[in-house]
C-alpha cells in the first residue's frame, strides 16, 4: 500500500477535466487499496461528507481558476506529517 497525496487547484464541485481526472485517479487508487489523500481549495456548496480531502484557502485569478493564498505545498506537507496522516515527510 502507499500513501498517496494529490493537490489540485480543481476539484469538486467544480465541472471540468482537471477536477474529473484527480477524481477518476484518486478512485482508482483507492480501489487498489492504496491512501490517497487530496488537497483542494475550498469552494460553496462543496460536499460535507468528503474522505481524505483537505480543503485550503484560496484566492480568485482569471478566468476561474484558484491559487493557494500561501505556500500550500509546504504547508499542507506540514500538516499532513503533523496529524501523522502520512509518517515521513513527502
Same mark, same amino acid.
Given at each position: 500500500?502507499?500513501?498517496?497525496?494529490?493537490?489540485? #487547484?480543481?476539484? &469538486?464541485?467544480? +465541472?471540468?477535466?482537471?477536477?474529473?481526472?484527480?477524481?477518476?485517479?484518486?478512485? @482508482?487508487?483507492?480501489?487498489?487499496?492504496?491512501?490517497?489523500?487530496?488537497?483542494?481549495?475550498?469552494?460553496? #456548496?462543496?460536499? &460535507?461528507?468528503? +474522505?481524505?480531502?483537505?480543503?485550503?484557502?484560496?484566492?480568485?485569478?482569471?478566468? @476561474?481558476?484558484?491559487?493557494?493564498?500561501?505556500?500550500?505545498?509546504?504547508?499542507?506537507?506540514?500538516?499532513?506529517?503533523?496529524?501523522?496522516?502520512?509518517?515521513?515527510?513527502?
Amino acid at each position: 500500500m502507499m500513501n498517496i497525496l494529490m493537490m489540485t #487547484n480543481t476539484f &469538486t464541485p467544480h +465541472v471540468g477535466g482537471v477536477a474529473r481526472s484527480v477524481q477518476s485517479f484518486t478512485d @482508482g487508487y483507492r480501489k487498489r487499496g492504496h491512501r490517497t489523500l487530496v488537497v483542494a481549495p475550498e469552494y460553496e #456548496n462543496m460536499p &460535507t461528507d468528503e +474522505v481524505d480531502v483537505i480543503r485550503i484557502p484560496a484566492i480568485k485569478k482569471e478566468k @476561474g481558476s484558484l491559487s493557494n493564498a500561501d505556500n500550500s505545498g509546504i504547508n499542507c506537507q506540514q500538516y499532513c506529517v503533523r496529524r501523522y496522516l502520512f509518517a515521513e515527510s513527502l
